[in-house]
């Protein structure tokens, strides 16, 4: 892996060839992911923490290509 300070100094190109971002077909899963992991944050911290929580970036669009990474903002 090169150094920080390699990587400030690399292309575009250059960074997706080590940093490749894998995109995907949407799936009727990510909204069940997402409420699995919803269901973990809420019973592993206090309630009175919570305000809200939202599925957020490209899984949470349904029918739209995506990164496979369910993003959760708390």
């Known amino acids: 892996m ?6 400030h ?8 060839q080590i940093f490749a971002i894998i995109m995907c077909e949407p799936s009727e899963k990510w909204p069940e992911f997402y409420q699995a992991e ?9 309630k009175s923490d919570i305000i809200r929580i939202d599925h957020i970036g490209s ?3 349904p ?9 959760i903002f708390r």
Not at 9 to 16: H, I, N, R, V
């Open 2 to 7: 090169p150094s920080d300070n390699d990587l």
């Open 9 to 16: 100094k690399m292309s575009p190109e250059q960074l997706g």
């Open 38 to 46: 919803r269901k973990l944050i809420i019973d592993s911290i206090s």
């Open 59 to 61: 899984t949470a669009i």
């Open 63 to 71: 029918d739209l290509k995506a990164k496979p990474t369910i993003d």
